[in-house]
């Protein structure tokens, strides 16, 4: 079954220094999202993108975040100056695109990161 | 302004017996997709079942269905026959709109625990 796939699984990285989180998305799909979990709590909205544009974006994505397709499998997210209260799970996710009722977002199996 | 509101915390229920998960949800839009995701204690998100919101029968998935009930704005999942591996925390979320272009929210969560 095709899956969304991420990687590292987990990333320590220094305070300030940037990282790269990567995802492949299910192949077929159109529409791509970044989420990240603060342990304990919610799953929050980052960034959707479509069409190597970023359709829609949270507060949370502010100017030290971006998004890239380099390629035609990958998706990336960078985050260029991390801070402490940047620890969390990152999960990127994909969607099919169809107008249909059908329209869920499947997950990938997430990138914890923590900032030290 | 999409919202989505899980009131149970913590559940804990017996093996073997049904359960179900509360969950409202307040949008403007006429269209809309309902969604639960599992997440286990290994950390990736599930999804379980969907339901659109012109759909006129309650969603099903095997052991999962989904109790939409549209004039109280209610979406509640129901497990049956629960199992030890239903342990887990479980999202519902909601996307406006029939489109993959706009993001899915979550709500805060349930964590469930099920004793043998």
């Not at chain 1, 192949?27 to 069409?51: M, P, T």
Request: glycine share 6%; hydrophobic share 30%; charged share 20%.
């Amino acid at each position: 079954e095709p899956e969304v796939t991420q990687t590292p699984s987990h990333q320590v990285t220094q305070m300030g220094q940037e990282v790269i989180l990567r995802c492949v998305p299910i192949s077929n799909h159109l529409y791509f999202y970044w989420y990240r979990q603060i342990l304990g709590q919610k799953v929050e909205f980052l960034v959707s993108f479509y069409n190597n544009e970023i359709s829609e974006k949270s507060e949370i994505f502010d100017d030290q975040f971006s998004v890239e397709r380099p390629d035609g499998s990958n998706f990336t997210l960078k985050i260029r100056s991390t801070k402490l209260e940047d620890s969390a799970m990152y999960f990127c996710a994909s969607s099919e695109g169809r107008d249909s009722a059908n329209t869920e977002a499947f997950f990938g199996q997430g990138t914890r990161l923590t900032v030290v | 302004a999409q919202k989505i509101t899980q009131t149970q915390p913590g559940m804990f229920v017996q093996e073997k017996e049904a359960v179900t998960l509360d969950c409202t949800y307040d949008t403007s839009d006429p269209s809309y997709g309902l969604f639960w995701y599992k997440q286990p204690s290994s950390g990736e998100m599930i999804f379980l079942i969907y339901q659109g919101s012109y759909d006129q029968q309650n969603a099903t998935e095997g052991r999962y269905s989904l109790n939409f009930q549209k004039a109280r704005k209610s979406a509640n999942l129901v497990i049956s026959a629960s199992q030890l591996g239903d342990s887990a925390m479980y999202f519902c979320a909601m996307r406006d709109g029939y489109s993959s272009a706009s993001k899915i929210i979550f709500g805060s969560g349930t964590r469930l625990s099920i004793r043998p």
